[in-house]
């Protein structure tokens, strides 16, 4: 089993985002991105490599760093309930199991 780390990252002045990623792979998830710089910053220190976006929901201050974290890591998989906007998404919806290469 991998072992994973979490890491939540102050996002714009009262959120959160979330980077879950394993250190041995250099694998990682960001949940909610709401400011791309910071969270570039961050996988750059680490040396992390981006792989995965989740979304919770579609209010901007948990979507307004995606199109930025996109352009970085362009071939980054999007995991979303809904649309957003013209970028691509992979839909999920309750009871979906996602695999990763986290593990």
């Known amino acids: 089993m991998a072992k994973l780390k979490i890491e939540i990252i102050n996002q714009l002045r009262d959120n959160y985002s979330y980077l879950i990623f394993n250190n041995s792979t250099s694998s990682s998830i ?3 991105p ?4 910071k969270i570039i910053k961050i996988l750059e220190k680490k040396n992390l490599k981006l792989e995965y976006i989740f979304i919770t929901h579609h209010h901007d201050d948990h979507t307004s760093g995606v199109l930025g974290l996109v352009r970085q890591y362009p071939h980054i998989k999007i995991y979303s309930p809904s649309e957003l906007g013209s970028i691509s998404i992979n839909k999920i919806s309750d009871n979906n199991t996602i695999k990763t290469s986290l593990n």
């Open 30 to 32: 960001i949940i909610d």
């Open 34 to 37: 709401a400011e791309d710089d």
